[in-house]
């Protein structure tokens, strides 16, 4: 079983940035899990932000390359989003994911709101 904690959401003004963080209740790196960070914005599906393996390799949504990194520390078991550049139409809940197999958890999601 692993557990996902998310923290770092707020409200920010456009043009702003927030780090968020998901902390693991083990070392997912360690036993291979891929971890990503999903969002789901007010009537509409939940759609992949960004991802790292534990071999380090990431991938974005389109829509945030250039402005979002995921970052990990091993030391902490927590993965981060670095996330620059906020629009508007980056509101959504922010949730931690991680994946091996079969195997799937989620944390409890992290509210993002942009807005002047």
């Known amino acids: 079983q692993v557990q996902l904690v998310e923290s770092g959401g707020g409200l920010v003004q456009p043009g702003g940035?927030?780090?968020?963080?998901?902390a693991a209740s083990v070392n997912i790196f360690r036993i291979n899990y891929m971890v990503g960070w999903y969002r789901q914005a007010p009537g509409k599906e939940r759609e992949s932000v960004a991802a790292i393996t534990s071999g380090g390799t990431t991938n974005y949504a389109e829509s945030v390359k250039g402005r979002f990194t995921?970052?990990?520390?091993?030391?902490?078991?927590?993965?981060?989003?670095?996330?620059?550049?906020?629009?508007?139409?980056?509101?959504?809940?922010?949730?931690?994911?991680?994946?091996?197999?079969?195997?799937?958890?989620?944390?409890?999601?992290?509210q993002v709101t942009v807005s002047s």
């Open 17 to 22: 940035s927030l780090r968020l963080s998901c």
């Open 70 to 110: 995921i970052s990990r520390d091993n030391a902490k078991n927590t993965i981060y989003l670095q996330m620059n550049s906020l629009n508007p139409e980056d509101t959504a809940v922010y949730y931690c994911n991680a994946h091996l197999g079969p195997l799937d958890y989620w944390g409890q999601g992290t």
